[in-house]
């Protein structure tokens, strides 16, 4: 028993010794905010200082006056990713993309949960300090969860609802997780990878999030990579609790907007199953499902996922009903 004992305590500490040094190799520093913001800002880069830390980055395109589309993104990402869809809908609408907290060049004060109830605070308050009473809002992911709490709460402001492979049903979720959703399972796992370069884990995660992996240049996972080092993002990243908010008939029935469902068939994280519970609990909502198209159509398919949106918004006569 005494040498089994000292055979496991020497694996042990081998094992221990292993997992130190790949911390070591891995870990990585914050970017400073100024780097990311010169390397990723652009001209229509706009920050809304909402108080207590917490400063909102948005990507403001289109017509001042036209009606307002807010873009909200999924977890880990950034507001970046709908730059096909602003392209194509920015010669009609102010087209609003918004780094939710923890997430692009926005910044969070520390302590700060990563939830959907906390980001759609937030999104009320960005919304409140810009001025917007009457908006749409679109949201993938976890910005969909965001986009459908807020429209319950808020349904005099948010008088359309795009949802995209949002999040919400807690049985619907993570069908397939990633090994980065698995690892945060942990609180060791989470305090490792608030410290290193998850640029490989990011890879393997955004390659079960499509089903053409041509559309993940590298141009688009370093970025996603490098904005999750800005200052403070990886510990509000590993805070995070999607299902802290779960989606239920009697909650959807209270949503007035009119509202449109975008789903990949192939979603590998939300099981399409999510699309047809959301449409049968929303009043008088669409569904559009996109065969061979995974959880991020706005990036997969942006041409045809805009385009249906834009139809959407026309049909339902956004911009010309809005008291």
């Known amino acids: 028993m005494g040498r089994l004992s000292r055979i496991t305590g020497s694996l042990a500490g081998?094992?221990?010794?292993?997992?130190?040094?790949?911390?070591?190799?891995?870990?990585a520093p914050d970017f400073p905010a100024e780097q990311l913001q010169a390397r990723y800002g652009r001209a229509n880069s706009h920050y809304a200082d909402l108080g207590g830390g917490l400063v909102l980055h948005y990507l403001d395109s289109g017509p001042v006056n036209a009606p307002v589309v807010i873009l909200l993104h999924g977890f880990g990402d950034n507001a970046f990713s709908w730059d096909g869809w602003t392209e194509r809908l920015s010669p009609r609408y102010r087209v609003?993309?918004?780094?939710?907290?923890?997430?692009?060049?926005?910044?969070?004060?520390?302590?700060?949960?990563?939830?959907?109830?906390?980001?759609?605070?937030?999104?009320e308050r960005f919304a409140a300090k810009l001025g917007l009473h009457s908006v749409a809002v679109a949201g993938n992911s976890m910005g969909g969860a965001v986009a459908w709490l807020w429209a319950t709460r808020q349904p005099d402001v948010v008088q359309r609802l795009i949802l995209i492979d949002a999040a919400g049903w807690p049985a619907a979720q993570l069908q397939k997780p990633p090994l980065a959703f698995r690892i945060m399972q942990y609180r060791l796992g989470r305090a490792l990878l608030a410290s290193i370069d998850n640029t490989p884990l990011i890879r393997e995660g955004l390659k079960k999030d499509v089903v053409d992996p041509s559309v993940l240049t590298k141009a688009f996972i370093t970025r996603w990579a490098d904005l999750q080092r800005y200052p403070g993002h990886r510990p509000i990243l590993m805070s995070a609790r999607p299902g802290s908010v779960a989606a239920s008939p009697e909650a959807l029935a209270r949503i007035t907007a009119p509202t449109l469902i975008e789903w990949g068939e192939d979603d590998q994280l939300i099981a399409v199953d999510a699309a047809h519970r959301f449409h049968a609990a929303i009043p008088g909502s669409r569904l559009i499902v996109y065969p061979r198209v995974g959880h991020l159509p706005q990036w997969e398919i942006p041409a045809r996922s805009a385009a249906d949106a834009a139809a959407f918004?026309?049909?339902?006569?956004y911009g010309t009903t809005q008291p």
């Open 14 to 27: 081998l094992v221990a010794l292993a997992a130190g040094g790949a911390w070591l190799a891995l870990r």
């Open 96 to 123: 609003i993309a918004l780094d939710q907290p923890g997430h692009g060049l926005s910044a969070a004060p520390g302590g700060f949960v990563a939830s959907p109830d906390s980001m759609a605070d937030a999104a």
């Open 313 to 317: 918004l026309d049909e339902t006569h």
